[in-house]
């Protein structure tokens, strides 16, 4: 089933014996989150966890408002609501108010999230690694630009106004 044949392009594309983008996405996206859930188990962060805070880290200094950390994340306001809430209860993050806008909150980062964000940071970049590591190295980086562009696509067909 490896490569291109002109077979393949009369059947359609979500026949059993193609390969289908839904599937290899969420397979690719499960099977990475799951290792790094286990990579970091015991360590007090999900994987959600340490992405607000890679996000938060990389963010504006004075921290993100709320939707632009689900922006950010692609994902939906009442999830980062609801993860930001248990972070918040365990002293990872803090939330107040915009300095302009009054329904906004801006999210920022107490120390212990940079300190287990340190040393779960290691682990995620091996794990990224690894991962790349199963492309030819000249290969890598035109696969990431290539699921960017595919990643583009999906988030403005999700988002039309955008």
């Known amino acids: ?12 594309l979500d026949a059993p014996g ?15 989150n799951q290792a790094f859930r286990r990579r970091i188990a015991g360590m007090g962060l999900t994987p959600d966890q340490f992405t607000v805070i890679r996000t938060l880290l990389e963010g504006e200094p004075d921290g993100l408002t709320q939707k632009a950390l689900a922006n950010a994340m692609s994902s939906d306001p009442n999830t980062i609501a609801s ?44 794990l990224q690694s ?7 190295e000249a290969e890598r980086e035109k696969f990431l630009k290539q699921l ?3 990643a ?4 403005n067909l999700s988002n039309p106004q955008r």
């Open 18 to 32: 193609r390969r289908r983008l839904p599937v290899l996405l969420r397979r690719a996206w499960y099977g990475l």
């Open 83 to 126: 993860l930001l809430e248990r972070m918040e209860a365990n002293g990872l993050v803090q939330r107040r108010p915009h300095e302009k806008d009054r329904r906004a909150n801006r999210v920022e980062l107490r120390a212990v999230a940079k300190e287990k964000y340190e040393a779960i940071r290691n682990e995620a970049v091996g």
């Open 148 to 150: 960017e562009t595919i």
């Open 130 to 136: 690894h991962v790349l590591e199963q492309l030819p």
């Open 1 to 12: 089933m490896d490569g291109f044949s002109p077979e393949k392009a009369e059947i359609p």
């Open 152 to 155: 583009k696509a999906c988030r």
